[in-house]
């Protein structure tokens, strides 16, 4: 088994969904780079399955399809053009591929939605078809497979995912525990000894920083932003009006102003708990509306680790950016193992794969901050995912808003309630460890019914009658 990097679980990435959005995105990025002669092609066609196709338009899959072809980068793109750019291709039938050659494109007849078909090896999967100058057709078919993580029919892991042997592999909660105890490091500490296959510590220190800057950003965006969300429902954004409630008068100009008027704020609990509700909900509404928000492990999920990060750097006393990095590095690595015995993917898992998954993680990161031993760390993550195990997902009209965005606040609460459940026992007492909870959460999967996995075909899905524009 090969190891993954931290930070391809926890990454820049563009809202709404990873496995829906940004999977699929990179997926034509790649076809692009496959393609034999990208100026021989005469004509594309797309054909999306599964919970790709039945979910598709509410998660921004045909868009995502669309500026992939068309050549954008989802970490550099203003998401404030991307409604222009799809409209301009739907209304004047025409694709410039790779942003260089003009083809002709129908919407309705080139992007295909057959939600009728599964593929074998995944939930999520797209075939792209180009016809060549010489009547020759080159086609390739990708799997989203949940983290902004694809795969080809051949491979056997993620092409995102591959890289070098770390020099103290943990594959299992288990590895990462040995490791610890036999080296006496962190967590932390270890997971740099392993992120060094890959970069310099001092890279290391300046990649995590740089995701505490998208972080906060993000989280600033979405407290300074009122009205409703796209795609139909009509869903109230609601983190600038607690944020407005929970300040009052008070006034700033920036994001540090912001930042330092929260750290001053009265520490009683349910105040610090609306905080956590209001982070949460900022980034979540950032995600809804195609911003550009880390991805952790999801973006589903995207709102849990920023709302237990900056609960620790606003309520939590001597949490500076050494625990920042620290927190980071943690939660990715505990990533990686849901990652490489389970699943990061709601198609495939349920939303316990997405909210249950990134609760475990920040729960981890959170309690070595707050001075737990690393079979702390390990069992804080145990108890988090424990406490999400069947969680369906079910979106109302296949958004990422209902139930999606508030399941955010509450796998964030908790996140911070298993860290100090841990914080407060004996790992040897524990009876279930995090290598099993994890086998548990892919067993609970795989005996899920498909109706509740990413298909808005159960649930709560089913329950609010909803006709949406398609695009």
């Known amino acids: 088994m090969e190891s993954i990097s931290a930070?391809?679980?926890?990454?820049?990435?563009?809202?709404?969904?990873?496995?829906?959005?940004?999977?699929?995105?990179?997926?034509?990025?790649?076809?692009?780079?496959?393609?034999?002669?990208?100026?021989?092609?005469?004509?594309?066609?797309?054909r999306l399955y599964g919970s790709l196709a039945k979910t598709g338009l509410g998660h921004g899959t045909d868009v995502a399809i669309l500026m992939g072809l068309s050549g954008e980068d989802y970490t550099l793109i203003d998401a404030g053009t991307i409604p222009a750019k799809v409209r301009e291709i739907k209304t004047k039938k025409r694709l410039w591929l790779g942003g260089r050659r003009e083809l002709p494109f129908e919407y309705a007849r080139d992007l295909i939605f057959d939600g009728a078909t599964f593929l074998p090896r995944h939930a999520n999967g797209v075939r792209f078809e180009a016809a060549l100058r010489d009547g020759v057709r080159f086609a390739r078919t990708y799997y989203s497979l949940g983290g902004g993580f694809i795969a080809t029919e051949t491979e056997p892991v993620p092409s995102t995912a591959r890289t070098i042997v770390t020099p103290y592999p943990c594959h299992k909660a288990a590895d990462l525990a040995?490791?610890?105890?036999?080296?006496?490091?962190?967590?932390?500490?270890?997971?740099?000894?392993?992120?060094?296959?890959?970069?310099?510590?001092?890279?290391?220190?300046?990649?995590?920083?740089?995701?505490?800057?998208?972080?906060?950003?993000?989280?600033?965006?979405?407290?300074?932003?009122?009205?409703?969300?796209?795609?139909?429902?009509?869903?109230?954004?609601?983190?600038?009006?607690?944020?407005?409630?929970?300040?009052?008068?008070?006034?700033?100009?920036?994001?540090?102003?912001?930042?330092?008027?929260?750290?001053?704020?009265?520490?009683?609990?349910?105040?610090?708990?609306?905080?956590?509700?209001?982070?949460?909900?900022?980034?979540?509404?950032?995600?809804?509306?195609?911003?550009?928000?880390?991805?952790?492990?999801?973006?589903?999920?995207?709102?849990?680790?920023p709302a237990v990060l900056l609960y620790a750097w606003c309520f939590v006393d001597g949490f500076d950016e050494d625990n920042v990095i620290r927190f980071l590095l943690i939660a990715g690595e505990i990533g990686t193992l849901f990652k490489k015995n389970a699943t990061l993917s709601a198609a495939m898992g349920g939303c316990q794969a997405e909210i249950g998954v990134s609760s475990a993680m920040a729960a981890a990161g959170l309690a070595e901050a707050l001075g737990g031993s690393p079979e702390q760390v390990l069992q804080a993550a145990e108890i988090a995912m424990e406490h999400h195990l069947g969680l369906t997902c079910d979106p109302v009209g296949g958004l990422v808003q209902i139930p999606c965005i508030e399941r955010n606040s509450m796998g964030a609460v908790k996140a911070i309630t298993a860290a100090n459940i841990a914080l407060e026992s004996d790992p040897a007492e524990a009876r279930v460890s995090l290598d099993a909870v994890i086998q548990t959460m892919w067993e609970t999967a795989r005996d899920m019914n498909s109706r509740y996995k990413e298909t808005a075909e159960g649930g709560l899905a089913m329950q609010i009658p909803v006709s949406l524009p398609e695009c």
């Open 178 to 305: 040995r490791h610890c105890q036999a080296l006496n490091l962190s967590v932390s500490e270890l997971t740099y000894l392993n992120e060094q296959a890959w970069r310099s510590r001092s890279e290391i220190d300046a990649l995590a920083l740089g995701l505490w800057q998208e972080i906060r950003a993000c989280v600033f965006r979405g407290v300074s932003r009122a009205g409703y969300l796209p795609g139909g429902l009509r869903v109230k954004r609601r983190a600038a009006e607690l944020n407005r409630k929970l300040l009052g008068a008070a006034v700033y100009a920036s994001l540090d102003e912001w930042l330092d008027l929260v750290r001053r704020q009265p520490r009683e609990f349910v105040r610090v708990n609306k905080w956590i509700s209001c982070f949460a909900l900022a980034v979540n509404e950032e995600n809804a509306s195609f911003g550009r928000i880390v991805t952790a492990p999801t973006n589903g999920a995207a709102g849990v680790i």
């Open 7 to 46: 930070f391809e679980i926890i990454k820049v990435g563009i809202g709404p969904s990873s496995s829906h959005t940004m999977g699929p995105w990179r997926a034509a990025s790649l076809f692009l780079e496959e393609l034999p002669d990208l100026d021989a092609v005469v004509s594309v066609t797309v």
